[in-house]
């Protein structure tokens, strides 16, 4: 269903939740939240929640799918039969095998897999509830997650998705906005490189309105890196005193 004749921004220019078209969800994260991973995290975008969980580098069982210069980056994303409304089938879907190959090549720019040849590094994203924006917030669990394990990056990566409702461009969409909305782009990048990791449009969007969605998403994305930082500072004593490992914002 698409928003036509149904009003998601106000007169005011508010959108369904109070918030204005260029603000955030409110963002919560933390790191090191699983004991048996070598690196774990916990992402939430307003009511969209993701763990996500590092292993490796290591020998993994199937020898043949080692490459001699540089390790294998594996990459499951799952959505929980309990993460939406109606219970999801816990057999993986298409979508999800589509979205662990999505969320893989949006990890691999900034990676240094080259220092782990023939060996595998594995991240399991699971989405515990989703509202809107799981691939994206897939991505900044993973990377927090790939960072918690110590695994050498270029920079972080960070994602978030801008809509377009009642033809108005709004920031990180949930799923109501989502689902009747006119346009929806996610986006992730790692803004240390300058670098756009993944970008995808379901919709369409005019040339101005694309250049604007674009600043708009990045400039997201540099406020999400710069709590991944203060988040991963935290961990190690070099932040403000926060809750241990977690950041708010």
Excluded: C
Excluded at 22 to 40: F, T
Excluded at 135 to 143: D, K, L, Q, Y
């Amino acid at each position: 269903m698409k928003a036509e004749g149904v009003r998601l921004i106000t007169e005011e220019g508010l959108r369904h939740d109070g918030r204005r078209p260029e603000d955030l969800r409110p963002i919560k994260m933390q790191v090191g939240v699983l004991s048996n991973a070598d690196g774990s995290a916990i992402v939430e975008y307003g009511k969209t929640k993701v763990i996500a969980a590092v292993y490796g580098p290591r020998e993994p069982p199937q020898k043949f799918m080692l490459l001699p210069d540089r390790a294998v980056l594996r990459v499951r994303y799952h959505m929980a039969p309990f993460s939406t409304s109606d219970r999801k089938n816990p057999a993986p879907s298409r979508r999800e095998i589509e979205l662990s190959k999505v969320i893989r090549e949006a990890l691999e720019p900034v990676l240094l897999l080259e220092y782990f040849p023939r060996t595998a590094i594995d991240v399991f994203i699971e989405v515990l509830q989703a509202d809107g924006g799981t691939r994206t917030t897939g991505v900044t669990a993973a990377s927090l997650a790939l960072a918690d394990a110590g695994i050498p990056m270029k920079a972080l990566v960070a994602g978030v998705a801008v809509g377009k409702v009642n033809g108005v461009l709004v920031l990180d969409i949930d799923e109501v906005e989502d689902s009747m909305g006119e346009a929806d782009m996610p986006v992730a990048g790692a803004p240390d490189l300058g670098l756009i990791t993944l970008l995808q449009l379901n919709g369409v969007l005019s040339e101005d309105e694309f250049k604007r969605a674009l600043d708009m998403a990045w400039r997201a994305i540099e406020r999400i890196v710069e709590m991944e930082k203060e988040v991963l500072r935290g961990k190690y004593g070099l932040a403000p005193a926060q809750e241990q490992g977690g950041v708010e914002g």
